[in-house]
């Protein structure tokens, strides 16, 4: 632990000497990557006097498009570790999906109009009761994957990328659970399907008789699905054709098929309306981010001679 604080310390000085670092497609990469950029910097780390790794505004920013203000405080707080968490691995060189991108002080101010400073002063406060704190797993800030609601279970990593994120699992979210009918027509959802696969079989009017779900997951989110010739990844159906999630029925209806969708998102790590709940029954924001992300520890990254 203190190899790694000394490290994330001396990186908040020298981000232009950090190699980019790629990793598995989870996100998920061993300590041994922290070890072998202390052994390289280990004097200069050592000379660092509480740099400030992590950009407050920016973290504000993020959170603010991440989170609504109106949900409860602790639930706010247990996000903003969870987006410095993430900001914490870019800073490192261990490669993201992708860069989070929050509100700049104009869109907020013109978004909130003449409740902008009570709003805002909910986030920043979020942000300074959580400061410098991150969440690690061995060692490593973790790859704080969340989403907005789950269908009543959150998902195992693995379900996903095939690889095993230990901090990754599924647990039980039951009071997390939101449902949306969707409603497509069928012409319309095989010339999404066609667009994106040319190559597949499918008869529309026949459409129903043509769909088989071939496997779910433990959370009963669809991990793969057959449409005419064609297997999917549940993950890949639902993004065609715009589902909230892939943890879906489906029912027949005419010249339509009705999508039964519980959830909003991946559903993978913490659920964001789910930790809402969990700080309305009392749970603290530690509490929060210790039963979504399993084993990990909450940690200040700033060193401290």
Not at 52 to 72: F, R
Not at 147 to 168: F, M, W
Not at 272 to 285: C, D, P, V
Request: proline share 2%; net charge negative.
């Amino acid at each position: 632990m203190k190899n790694f604080i000394r490290t994330i310390a001396f990186i908040g000085g020298c981000l232009f000497l950090i190699p980019l670092i790629i990793v598995y497609a989870s996100g998920y990469q061993s300590g041994e990557v922290l070890q072998e950029i202390n052994r390289q910097k280990q004097q200069e780390a050592a000379k660092a006097n509480n740099p400030s790794l992590i950009d407050q505004e920016k973290l504000i920013g993020i959170l603010a498009k991440e989170v609504p203000y109106t949900h409860e405080y602790e639930a706010v707080k247990a996000q903003a570790v969870v987006v410095r968490t993430y900001m914490a691995r870019r800073i490192l060189g261990i490669q993201n999906k992708g860069e989070l991108v929050g509100y700049t002080a104009e869109e907020m101010k013109k978004l909130w109009g003449e409740n902008y400073n009570d709003i805002y002063k909910t986030y920043e406060q979020a942000v300074k009761e959580t400061q410098n704190e991150i969440i690690l797993y061995n060692d490593e800030p973790i790859e704080a994957l969340y989403h907005e609601a789950s269908g009543g279970r959150t998902r195992d990593a693995k379900a996903v990328y095939n690889v095993d994120i230990p901090y990754l699992k599924n647990v039980v979210s039951e009071e997390d659970n939101i449902s949306k009918q969707i409603k497509l027509s069928k012409s319309e959802m095989a010339n999404q399907l066609r667009e994106v696969y040319p190559d597949i079989v499918i008869d529309e009017t026949l459409l129903e008789n043509q769909i088989q779900i071939v496997e779910k997951d433990e959370a009963e989110y669809i991990k793969s699905i057959q449409i005419g010739n064609a297997i999917l990844k549940g993950e890949d159906f639902r993004t065609i054709l715009g589902l909230p999630s892939s943890n879906f029925s489906i029912f027949n209806q005419g010249k339509y098929l009705v999508f039964d969708v519980r959830g909003v998102g991946h559903g993978i790590g913490l659920s964001q309306n789910g930790a809402n709940e969990l700080a309305k029954s009392g749970k603290t924001y530690k509490d929060i981010i210790k039963y979504y992300y399993t084993d990990i520890s909450i940690q200040n990254y700033v060193y401290k001679k």
